[in-house]
């Protein structure tokens, strides 16, 4: 694992990976937590778009009718509701903070992904413990678990990765600037069945 300064902040990050990760991606793509859909405008033409949200907005619906190769699912994280390795890649963004059970929905993931599959993920995980940064999460956590979508700004994403029991994983720790880049340190890369 590599850990890296960044001076751009969060969301600056996460366009900067969605124009370079997303942009790469073939075949069936399954958009874990697909929120608005941005992921959408990044991917190319010819993929298929499988945007998973358990409660879709208007703007996500909107996206999916106006992309070709495109399906709405409406189910949770944790039960999938597509066969066995038929998937050839599962996008998380910022969703994993988010799920009620990240290693069951990391298992769903590994089990729909065809053999050289890949979860590509850019999260917010939870400052080191002991820091001024993790005693904050600590504080706000409340109010984001009620206010933001359950999100969990301490969860260790990392950890789940790593015991999801993928093949490989590649994981890079970003540190980003801007005024809540210390309470945010995000994670990106890869895992591989």
Same mark, same amino acid.
Not at 148 to 170: I, K, N
């Given at each position: ?7 751009? +902040? ?22 874990? @937590?697909?929120?608005?859909?941005? #992921? ?15 409660? /879709? ?5 909107? %996206?999916?009718? =106006?992309? %070709? ?5 409406? !189910? ?6 597509? *066969?066995?390795? &038929?998937?050839? !890649? ?11 059970? /990240? ?34 999460? *600590?504080?706000?956590?409340?109010? &984001? ?11 260790? +994403?990392?950890?789940?990765?790593? #015991? %999801? @029991?993928?093949? &490989?994983?590649?994981?890079? +720790?970003?540190? +980003? *600037? =801007? ?11 890869? !895992?591989?069945?």
């Amino acid at each position: 694992m590599t850990i890296q300064r960044i001076d751009r +902040t969060a969301p600056q990050e996460q366009g900067r990976w969605r124009r370079e990760v997303l942009g790469s991606l073939s075949g069936m793509v399954l958009d874990v @937590g697909a929120g608005s859909g941005a #992921s959408a405008d990044f991917l190319p033409a010819g993929v298929t778009w499988l945007a998973l949200e358990p409660a /879709p907005s208007r703007r996500l619906k909107r %996206a999916v009718a =106006g992309r %070709a190769r495109s399906r709405l699912l409406t !189910a949770g994280a944790e039960r999938l509701p597509l *066969g066995d390795a &038929t998937i050839d !890649a599962v996008v998380c963004s910022t969703v994993l903070c988010s799920v009620d059970d /990240p290693p069951r929905a990391l298992a769903e993931a590994r089990r729909v992904l065809r053999q050289g599959g890949g979860l590509v993920f850019f999260e917010h995980v939870g400052a080191a413990p002991g820091s001024g940064a993790r005693r904050v999460q *600590g504080l706000i956590a409340p109010l &984001t678990r009620r206010f933001g979508g359950g999100c969990d700004p301490r969860r260790d +994403t990392a950890a789940e990765l790593r #015991s %999801a @029991g993928f093949s &490989t994983l590649e994981l890079r +720790t970003l540190r +980003t *600037g =801007g005024p809540l880049g210390g309470l945010a340190p995000v994670i990106e890369g890869r !895992a591989v069945v």
